[in-house]
């Protein structure tokens, strides 16, 4: 669970640096220069999702029950993943959506999140989609 933790902590410190500490950003970015920040920030993030990935499945195999979410519950979260695949397409291409929302992956990610901490129930669970979610 650790592993999970420290992950959790790298990969979203990281994509929540210019959200906490935008200065600091913008100093490290100057003074390393473009590539080089670019190349840290991606090392970071990268290692951080590893630690993600290796902490989640080894937690699966000890697993904590914290609730059990009834039934209906998973085809509500089947419901709310249908659109987060085009909202992330959006991002990318020019259209209403994009326009609309200004940040459709952000909210993709959100319903994302949501509709895995309604359909599970477990520690591990809860920990990566409700930091995500936060």
Do not use: C
């Amino acid at each position: 669970m650790t592993t999970l933790i420290v992950g959790l902590v790298l990969f979203l410190g990281v994509h929540s640096l210019s959200i906490v500490n935008e200065p600091l950003r913008n100093r490290l970015h100057a003074s390393l220069g473009e590539a080089a920040y670019k190349g840290l920030y991606s090392l970071a993030s990268l290692v951080g999702l590893l630690l993600i990935i290796w902490g989640y499945a080894a937690a699966r195999m000890d697993p904590t029950v914290i609730y059990t979410p009834p039934a209906w519950l998973r085809h509500l979260a089947m419901l709310l993943l249908i659109p987060v695949f085009p909202l992330l397409f959006a991002t990318y291409f020019p259209g209403k959506i994009k326009a609309r929302l200004k940040h459709p992956m952000l909210i993709a990610v959100k319903l994302w999140a949501l509709a895995h901490l309604l359909a599970n129930g477990m520690l591990q669970d809860l920990l990566l989609f409700g930091s995500v979610l936060a």
